[in-house]
Structure formats: structure tokens, C-alpha cells
């Protein structure tokens, strides 16, 4: 992982992302609130770890980024910070971020879809269950 980590700036992009790539390909980038060695970096299974402040590096740097999860607020974010990252490199997978509180939801996915219109965004309202449903 510290090896993965340590290359990311150095990563190859355009043509020669072919020839050199992690051990595991991310699919999914969570984003985080801090760096936390013990959940930061490869975790194997198509899943990347990045703290908010290194978002920007991993989007730039990370083949094949399918879907970036995040919470929808934080002490340090907010849900229009990452699609604002997002937007600005280009992405195109699916952003979708994690509540438990769903009173506001509608309101949160119209201001997005306004100021980042092709941005595939969704909420998932963490139940009292546990569970997730796609709101």
C-alpha cells in the first residue's frame, strides 16, 4: 500500500496507464474526513481510500475510477466540495454519498444537479437498520 501511495504523483497518464498499474485496479474512491494509515490507500477488491484533502491527486491519478462515495457533509467537506472536484477533472462514473438524515435530500440532489448537471449523483439514506436505500 505505502508503495501505491508513494506513486500516485508520479503515476503515468493517457497511453502509458496500460503499461503500469496498481495490483488492484480501483473501481471505487471513498472519501474520507482525514488520513487514517489503518484506511487509506489500496484496499484490494477495487476499493481506494483517500482523505478529502487528497481527493483532487487521486481523481487525477487513479485508472478507471467507477464510483466515488463519500459522506454528504463532514467537519472539513460538503457533498458540493467532492462534486466540484469531480466535475473539475472530468469525471464521468457515478457520485454517490451517504445520510442518515433524509429530510433535506431532494433539495441537496436538485442544488446538484444545478450546479454540476452531468454529474450521475445519488443519495443513500443510511437506515436505523443499517441498511441503504437509494433516495
Known amino acids: ?18 503499461d503500469i498499474r496498481p ?6 474512491l471513498v472519501v474520507v474526513e482525514r ?8 484496499l484490494g477488491d477495487g476499493i481506494f481510500v483517500t482523505c478529502f484533502r487528497d481527493l483532487a491527486s487521486a ?9 466515488v462515495l463519500s459522506p454528504i457533509v463532514s467537519v472539513s467537506f460538503d ?3 467532492v462534486a466540484e472536484i469531480l466535475f473539475d477533472f472530468g469525471f464521468d462514473g457515478k457520485f454517490r454519498v451517504l445520510t ?8 441537496i440532489k436538485d442544488d446538484i444537479h444545478a450546479m454540476f448537471p ?5 443519495v443513500f439514506v443510511i437506515t436505523e437498520s443499517g441498511g441503504l436505500d437509494l433516495a
Open 79 to 81: 457533498v458540493a466540495e
Open 59 to 67: 481523481i487525477r491519478n487513479l485508472p478507471r475510477i467507477e464510483i
Open 35 to 42: 488520513n487514517d494509515p489503518n484506511i487509506h490507500g489500496d
Open 100 to 107: 442518515t438524515d433524509a429530510s433535506n435530500i431532494s433539495v
Open 118 to 122: 452531468h454529474l450521475d449523483f445519488g
Open 23 to 28: 495490483s488492484s485496479v480501483p473501481s471505487m
Open 1 to 18: 500500500m505505502k508503495e501505491f501511495q508513494d506513486n500516485l504523483d508520479t503515476y503515468p497518464s493517457g497511453a502509458d496507464q496500460k
